[in-house]
């Protein structure tokens, strides 16, 4: 089963455990990597786990998504779009130049 760590910050991280591994010492092992970034863990289930990972970034500890985070990595993905498509023309008119 997965184990669902509720971070400092608000998200979560999903741990999967090997099958003959135990839940407490993987545990402190995430948390001695992560200083002072735990705040608690629980076992869930597979199907808790949302399939669209998209927005994995902006989950809370109840697998919902938090509005605000989501509406930053929408923003953040428009602007790397954007900047694609700057590139893009800045190369096509550098390439439109030579000719």
Excluded: C
């Excluded at 998200?11 to 993987?26: C, F, H, K, P, T």
């Excluded at 629980?42 to 605000?68: F, G, Q």
């Excluded at 985070?69 to 929408?74: A, G, L, N």
């Amino acid at each position: 089963m997965p184990i669902l760590i509720s971070r400092t910050d608000g998200g979560v991280s999903i741990m999967y455990l090997g099958q003959d591994a135990d839940e407490n010492i993987e545990v402190q092992k995430w948390r001695d990597f992560h200083q002072g970034e735990y705040i608690s863990h629980r076992t869930i289930s597979l199907s808790e786990i949302p399939v669209d990972r998209s927005k994995r970034n902006a989950w809370k500890a109840d697998l919902t998504i938090d509005a605000v985070k989501s509406k930053v990595i929408d923003d953040e993905k428009e602007d790397q779009s954007l900047h694609k498509k700057v590139m893009a023309d800045l190369v096509n008119a550098e390439k439109a130049k030579k000719k």
